[in-house]
């Protein structure tokens, strides 16, 4: 068996109640992440530490402490609902990673209101979607992004107010409205509401193989293995300047650049400048960051400028290095090692799972290319592809599967049961990834099992891109896969096949590429159309992206006993 070191107890004895215990938690009581993030902290004698340093692109740097969080987040809630927003109401959060955002963000929580964050590169299409499946009732963003709400608005029927926060100028028309936070009379106390830990908190969409994107819908209970998670995994002290690199449009971005940092009264720094290897040391440096979490096709970026610029820089006080999102090749490893004497450490979850449920913990033997073990709590095994049964040999490959019950699994999706029921089978969780586990109890990621595609930490549904393509008037049939890409893991590749009278042509790429750009977010335009005269189908009629895939990728085609017939 293999040493765990000092986790070797936590795994021996853990269960949930621990989790709880560590947030002083009693049963009954209500629970509220808005207020274990800022007023809890405050009651433990932090209200004056920093909780963030935030960066604007242009180098404006503005400190808030917990006192300032506690009371900004009143502030909003105080806002909001004066405005009749209730407990349940989906609140969307559409804007850069500006204060507001994070703010925002705990005040929507303590009204007990479901906070509904979209990234703000979303294109309208984009955002209809995600909003229409919702009904949200209220949408928070800024001066760069209210008009793509604006365009849209009409055909949103739930949506009553559209609210911009750092512009008092702009001309308003019905629905939408201003509130400035810097102006607002800060709410001393404000009323939270009183959410137990199943009450919904967030609502993040993710996409699939079928269908629009599906809202993973979290609880309050969530923050017991955020919090948890982000001291064990991300080993947060009290001492610490922690940077998350991930925007709060997606999940690492809230679950561990929001609850969990700051349930556990951490600082940390928040950069609103885009990416730029130069800019990430020189920030770095300057707010002397202790914890990094990062993705894979950031630190591959980071590793085509070199060793050299990152010795440049003073990152004596970086001792610790995380990455989400995506497979963490064994080189980008060993480059940790060679530019700042450490590993990344990976980690491994998903919209749904809410927090870190394979991992590499502190001070364990990190294996390259692997994403470590199961987090303590968390029962993960690999299933046989066709009988779903637990597969109990080393180094076989199988889905990875997850034994419900952990506080921050999704609860739902959005108003759709037949999908998440799909979700399980057996009792187990199936996350759509394919894993080995070795004999020690190492999980080493193989692939997806669907046909999600994975664009520098993104998940893009071949769905979305494949409706937007059929839309224009030559295209008679689309297919989406990833094809490789040296920083982005993947790019999207599509493979149309025209209506009759319609040549392929790069002139008729241009205007395809054009008609989708409108609809689909800029992560899911693909970089290429390939024009064939059909798509590869199964006997049924489906088409084989996997058969396009493993063209793209030269890897072996496989079973293709269902491909329908010449
Ligand atoms: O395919 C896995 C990949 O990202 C998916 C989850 O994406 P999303 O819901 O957007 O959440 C991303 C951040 C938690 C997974 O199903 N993925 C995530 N982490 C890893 C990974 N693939 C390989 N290695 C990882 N460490």
Redesign the pocket.
């Known amino acids: 068996m293999y040493d765990f070191g000092p986790y070797e107890k936590t795994y021996k004895e853990f269960n949930w109640d621990l989790a709880k215990e560590f947030l002083e938690y009693k049963e009954g009581d209500p629970l509220n992440i808005g207020w274990y993030c800022s007023d809890r902290i405050c009651q433990q004698g932090k209200a004056q530490k920093i909780a963030m340093i935030w960066e604007g692109f242009d180098g404006e740097v503005r400190k808030y402490s917990f006192n300032d969080l506690r009371l900004l987040s009143n502030t909003y809630a105080h806002y909001l609902k004066g405005l009749g927003i209730k407990p349940g109401d989906r609140v969307c959060i559409f804007m850069d990673k500006i204060p507001d955002l994070y703010i925002s963000f705990l005040g929507i929580l303590k009204l007990g209101a479901i906070a509904q964050p979209l990234f703000s590169a979303f294109g309208e299409e984009a955002l209809f979607t995600r909003m229409d499946d919702a009904d949200s009732i209220a949408v928070i963003t800024t001066r760069k992004h209210f008009r793509k709400v604006r365009r849209i608005k009409d055909q949103l029927p739930h949506l009553k107010h559209i609210i911009v926060v750092d512009d008092e100028n702009v001309r308003l028309e019905e629905r939408e409205k201003v509130f400035i936070l810097d102006k607002a009379e800060r709410v001393e106390d404000f009323n939270i509401y009183p959410t137990n830990p199943e009450s919904p908190s967030v609502l993040h969409y993710?996409s699939g193989t079928t269908g629009k994107p599906k809202g993973a819908l979290h609880v309050h209970a969530s923050i017991f293995a955020q919090s948890l998670s982000s001291k064990w995994v991300l080993d947060l002290k009290d001492e610490d300047i922690y940077w998350c690199t991930a925007d709060p449009g997606?999940?690492?971005g809230t679950s561990y650049g929001i609850i969990g940092p700051w349930s556990l009264g951490i600082t940390q720094v928040v950069y609103c400048g885009g990416f730029g290897s130069e800019k990430w040391y020189k920030l770095m440096e300057k707010f002397r960051v202790s914890v990094w979490y990062t993705a894979p096709t950031a630190i591959r970026m980071l590793m085509k400028d070199g060793t050299d610029l990152v010795k440049q820089h003073d990152l004596s006080a970086l001792r610790y290095m995380c990455?989400?999102?995506?497979?963490?090749n064994p080189e980008a490893v060993h480059w940790g090692i060679e530019a700042f004497d450490m590993p990344f450490y990976?980690?491994?979850?998903?919209?749904?799972t809410g927090a870190i449920v394979i991992t590499n913990f502190p001070g364990m033997k990190v294996k390259p290319g692997s994403?470590g073990r199961a987090f303590p709590g968390i029962t993960a095994v690999v299933l046989d592809l066709k009988s779903y049964e637990v597969i109990r040999e080393p180094n076989k490959v199988g889905l990875i599967a997850l034994k419900p019950g952990w506080p921050s699994m999704m609860r739902e999706y959005w108003n759709n049961p037949t999908v998440y029921q799909s979700k399980f089978i057996n009792g187990w969780y199936i996350?759509?990834?394919r894993s080995s586990i070795d004999s020690e109890g190492y999980f080493w990621?193989v692939g997806?099992d669907d046909d999600v595609i994975?664009t520098a930490?993104?998940?893009v549904g071949p769905f979305e891109i494949e409706s937007a393509l059929i839309e224009h008037e030559a295209v008679a049939e689309a297919a989406a896969v990833g094809k490789p890409d040296p920083v982005n893991m993947e790019v999207v590749k599509a493979f149309v096949a025209l209506k009759p009278g319609f040549e392929g042509s790069s002139d008729l790429e241009l205007s395809i590429m054009n008609f989708i750009r409108k609809k689909l977010s800029p992560l899911a335009m693909p970089q290429e159309i390939e024009f064939v005269d059909k798509l590869p189908k199964t006997r049924s009629g489906k088409i084989m992206r996997r058969l396009l895939r493993a063209m793209e990728w030269g890897e072996e085609i496989g079973d293709t006993s269902t491909l329908e017939d010449d």
């Open positions: 993710t997606w999940v690492t990455s989400v999102g995506e497979p963490l990976d980690t491994y979850w998903q919209t749904e994403m996350t759509g990834d990621f997806r994975n930490g993104h998940l």
